[in-house]
């Protein structure tokens, strides 16, 4: 009787709760009320994400509190916009730490995608500020584009104990080259590799035939096979449907609004990537130098456009993000 009641337990369970038992599930938002709902392990956040908290009444405190505290700070101009942004980014990051039991993702500014010293400085004034808040810096994971110059300034920041998550990722090529420079995690953009083809193509993918999907499966089958420590987080979803393919990735950053929806169904969760499977793969191994990096990647032109893209996109919600503080001094 005792196995019926149990088995029957575990059907039960819905597909959320069915992934979290082999995918580490990483909420993709800066909204508190959503974190608290769901209970994810870790978080991650970007200008776009505060942005868009900063416009609701509910945080209207958090600024307020930053904006009087900073004032005090002696800058003037861009400098002290600048500095507004980065506690800002801090508080949202401290908060939601104080929800998750795991780390959060916390971006640099895109516009130092092609810049490495510039990147490094970044990254080591975020982590002390977060230090500053009586944060660990193993709770913290610093957001970097996965350009060249980005990843050389991860492979750096790693080697100081400044924990990376390499995003803007779109390619076997540039998850290689972080594997190599040892970064703590990747975020390979499934929903923005599928909309590229989508776009292209003019078709629809739906299941394992999803371009995105496909692109998350070589890069962890990679990983797995040749012993990569890096952890491979799936990101940038456009559909339940992605995820499930994906169960069993790492770990996976998932909107509020896709997480409803997995928590809604309590159909059976298949496991779709194992380690051991991968293992077994046949697949050679990727040596790199600039050189080739560049150029496998100029090959890629889906890899090459979305990554251009992305960078843009981050960029104009950093200056937005900018225009939104310099209008509240």
């Not at 420590?229 to 990735?249: D, K, P």
Request: proline letters at 3%; charged letters at 30%; hydrophobic letters at 40%.
């Amino acid at each position: 009787m005792i196995t019926a009641v149990s088995e029957e337990k575990k059907t039960k369970l819905n597909q959320l709760e069915q992934l979290k038992k082999y995918t580490k599930v990483v909420a993709d938002t800066a909204d508190f009320e959503s974190i608290k709902d769901f209970k994810p392990q870790d978080a991650t956040t970007n200008p776009s994400l505060v942005y868009a908290a900063t416009q609701k009444q509910q945080y209207a405190h958090l600024i307020e509190e930053v904006l009087a505290d900073r004032k005090k700070s002696g800058l003037s101009g861009h400098e002290q916009i600048e500095d507004i942004c980065d506690h800002l980014l801090v508080q949202f990051g401290c908060d939601i730490l104080e929800i998750v039991p795991g780390r959060v993702s916390t971006e640099t500014d895109a516009r130092l995608s092609f810049d490495v010293e510039g990147s490094i400085n970044k990254a080591r004034r975020l982590i002390q500020l977060y230090e500053e808040c009586k944060i660990p810096r193993e709770r913290v994971l610093i957001k970097i584009a996965s350009t060249w110059e980005g990843l050389n300034a991860a492979e750096q920041l790693q080697k100081e104990g400044i924990r990376c998550n390499l995003t803007l990722m779109f390619s076997l090529v540039q998850a290689v080259r972080a594997a190599e420079a040892n970064v703590q995690l990747i975020s390979p953009f499934v929903g923005r590799i599928y909309d590229w083809y989508k776009a292209v193509n003019k078709r629809d993918y739906v299941g394992p035939e999803d371009p995105g999907v496909q692109s998350v499966n070589e890069i962890y089958t990679y990983y797995k096979k040749f012993d990569i420590a890096t952890e491979v987080m799936g990101a940038s979803f456009r559909n339940v449907g992605q995820i499930r393919e994906l169960a069993g990735c790492d770990a996976l950053t998932i909107s509020p609004e896709l997480m409803k929806e997995l928590s809604e169904s309590t159909e059976p969760l298949e496991r779709k990537l194992d380690p051991e499977k991968a293992k077994s793969a046949k697949i050679d191994k990727l040596e790199l130098d600039e050189k080739k990096f560049r150029w496998l990647l100029n090959e890629d032109a889906m890899a090459t456009e979305k990554t251009a893209e992305g960078i843009r996109k981050f960029a104009a919600d950093v200056v937005k993000l900018e225009k939104f503080v310099a209008s509240r001094l």
